[in-house]
């Protein structure tokens, strides 16, 4: 049975709305409070963890209490501690779910789960954008409409370098003619990865109700049935054999 209550952690590096005052018009307390206020209605357990918090808000005992992490970076990639990736990844493969947002597609943490580069086209535009379900069937397409429609966002389109999605939610296609994989699910040992295109942050995406719906259903996706605690089975790990001396 599913859990009723997902503990989602949200993780954002809180540096352009600091340092750019279009981002702190529209983000004035961050990416991330303004998820945490958006995902509140849908009942989940919310906190958020920043770049500059002790070990970026995410050490052990975080981490352990996180059925899901939703990660939003852009700036300050190359900041994350080795240590902290480590730990994260260990835990999505544990079972704990990841969201990844918008730039987040070039993140240790990401491109260390996929295993490629992450690369892909962009164009820093005020570009129309249409979000069409692809696989309406999908549990992250409920309650959604055919399309998404977001009046200006930056682009990002094809060749997008990741394995190839287990399961594609979610196609972009912009007024200028690109379009790329926007809504990407992956499984990556016992934990479950979507990876969601939109959300530059010049622009209000997070205050939009079908982009919330989206990263709402998401959590509840990739959401471990289990919990977070680690499970090994029915039993626990076995123990090293020691090597006679």
């Known amino acids: 049975m599913k859990q009723s209550t997902p503990r989602v952690t949200i993780w954002n590096e809180f540096r352009h709305e600091r340092s750019n005052p279009d981002v702190q018009r529209i983000y004035p307390a961050g990416i991330h409070e303004a998820l945490r206020e958006g995902l509140a209605p849908f009942g989940f357990e919310l906190g958020t963890a920043t770049l500059d918090e002790p070990e970026h808000g995410l050490p052990e005992d975080a981490l352990a209490r996180t059925d899901v992490l939703v990660w939003w970076g852009h700036r300050a990639h190359d900041e994350v501690d080795e240590a902290v990736v480590d ?45 069409w379900v692809v696989k309406p069937s999908h549990p992250i397409a409920a309650g959604l409409p055919p399309y998404i ?40 040992g016992h934990g479950k990865i979507f990876y969601f295109r939109p959300g530059h942050e010049t622009y209000p995406t997070y205050y939009n109700e079908h982009v919330l719906r989206v990263i709402a259903n998401a959590v509840r996706w990739t959401a471990d049935e289990r919990g977070a605690a680690p499970r090994f089975g029915n039993v626990q790990p076995l123990e090293a054999i020691a090597s006679k001396a």
């Open 149 to 188: 429609e977001l009046e200006k966002e930056e682009m990002y389109g094809e060749f997008f370098d990741v394995p190839d999605p287990d399961e594609l939610v979610l196609v972009s296609w912009f007024e200028g003619g690109e379009v790329f994989r926007s809504g990407c699910a992956y499984s990556r």
């Open 87 to 131: 730990r994260v990844q260990r835990r999505v493969l544990e079972g704990m779910g990841l969201i990844v947002l918008h730039s987040g597609h070039y993140s240790k943490i990401f491109k260390r789960l996929m295993g490629t580069s992450c690369a892909l086209l962009w164009r820093e535009a005020d570009e129309k954008e249409r979000l």
